[in-house]
C-alpha cells in the first residue's frame, strides 16, 4: 500500500470535525487555571497538580494540531486524532464515575463531540493518503 506524500486539503467539514477536536484542548486547561474548582470541588483555593497537568496535556496536544495543520501533515493528524480518540475514551468514564452528570447528556456530548468528528477525521484523512502522488 502506497500513501501519498503531499499536502492535504482542507474541506469545510473536516475543517469543522478539526475544530471540534481541538477547541476543548484550549478551552479546557482556560477553565482549569481560572477556575480551579470545577475540576477540583469547591475546597480549592488554587490551581492544583490534576488541573495542572490536565492544562498541560491539552495545551500540548493542541499546540501539535495547530503544528500538523500548519503543515498540513495527514499521518501526523490521523496519529493525533488516534491520541485524542483514546483519551476521550478514557475520559468519558471517569467524567462520569467523578462527576455524576446525566448519563444521556453526557453520552450525546462524547459522541456529538468527539467520537463522529474523530471518525469522520480518520475517514478523511484516511481518502487522502491513499491518494496516489502525482
Known amino acids: 500500500m502506497e500513501f501519498s506524500n503531499r499536502k492535504i486539503r482542507f474541506s469545510g467539514l473536516f475543517s469543522f470535525c478539526l475544530f471540534l477536536l481541538i477547541w476543548p484542548m484550549f478551552v479546557g486547561p482556560l477553565i482549569a487555571i481560572l477556575n480551579p474548582s ?21 495545551i500540548a496536544i493542541g499546540l501539535a494540531f495547530l503544528g500538523a495543520i500548519y ?36 453520552i450525546v456530548i462524547f459522541t456529538l463531540l468527539c467520537y463522529l468528528p474523530a471518525f469522520y477525521g480518520f475517514r478523511y484523512l484516511w481518502k487522502e493518503m491513499k491518494i496516489k502522488n502525482d
Open 71 to 106: 503543515l498540513r501533515n495527514a499521518p501526523m493528524l490521523f496519529v493525533l486524532i488516534f491520541i485524542r480518540l483514546i483519551t476521550d475514551l478514557i475520559d468519558a468514564p471517569l467524567y462520569y464515575f467523578f462527576r455524576d452528570p446525566v448519563l444521556f447528556r453526557l
Open 38 to 58: 470545577f475540576f477540583d470541588g469547591p475546597e480549592a483555593m488554587k490551581t492544583s497538580f490534576s488541573s495542572g497537568l490536565y492544562s498541560a496535556r491539552n
